[in-house]
């Protein structure tokens, strides 16, 4: 049994995403950010950032894991899915987790920042981030456009960069003129255990005026209280 400490953000549906496609036994435990509760003394016991997601192996002497990417990886190896085991395979698999880890996540979390939560519109920011997106988004549709998934098959890879990339509406940042990340991207949405992992937790609603109002009022409070709105690695 893996316990998963989470919230419904990209970097937390990517780990209950992965939980879903290889089929783990999972409970969830869902914190909710705007109290504080990443930051009790318990939690920091599992995660020292203060972050979401992580994991705990109830199986393997309750063995602890943070930052998603990290945790993804884990998951993989632990049971042999979702990340090949030769040298070159397991390689290009890596180098596409750390693109998100290390651009896509950043990225768009810093635009989701300036455009949705800062109480002040700094339009450079903006455009900075939201500018570094799309270039991002480029890239994985030139890789796409002769591969059906980012490194060979199916991998944590797509999982992590999907987890964001479907959000690049909040962050305003259109795919549009992206065709092959628009078939990926509902490829995989297609995928039962992705729509499963999508709904542990929930998303919140963000489809209407009041819903947006309220979601951003309640992490623009969280940024001028000093919190970094980005969940996780």
Not at 57 to 83: I, N
Request: aromatic share 10%.
């Amino acid at each position: 049994m893996i316990d998963l400490y989470t919230a419904a953000t990209p970097n937390g549906h990517k780990v209950s995403i992965a939980l879903e496609e290889l089929a783990l036994p999972y409970s969830l435990k869902v914190l909710d950010l705007s109290k504080g509760e990443q930051k009790t003394p318990q939690y920091l016991a599992i995660c020292p950032n203060g972050r979401i997601p992580a994991i705990v192996d109830r199986d393997a002497d309750d063995f602890a894991v943070f930052e998603s990417g990290a945790c993804l990886v884990y998951l993989a190896e632990k049971t042999g899915q979702l990340l090949p085991t030769d040298a070159k395979g397991r390689s290009r698999v890596m180098q596409w987790l750390m693109f998100q880890m290390g651009g896509i996540g950043p990225m768009m979390g810093q635009a989701n920042v300036f455009f949705r939560y800062f109480p002040e519109k700094i339009q450079p920011a903006i455009d900075r981030y939201q500018g570094e997106s799309k270039r991002l988004f480029r890239v994985l549709d030139g890789q796409l456009k002769d591969h059906e998934y980012l490194a060979g098959d199916y991998s944590i890879a797509d999982i992590a960069n999907w987890a964001w990339v479907r959000t690049h509406r909040w962050s305003g940042v259109d795919v549009d003129d992206l065709p092959h990340l628009q078939r990926w991207l509902a490829s995989i949405r297609a995928r039962p255990a992705v729509q499963k992992g999508i709904e542990s937790p929930p998303s919140p609603v963000r489809d209407n005026e009041e819903s947006a109002r309220q979601f951003s009022q309640a992490a623009r409070s969280m940024v001028e209280m000093g919190q970094s709105t980005k969940t996780g690695g």
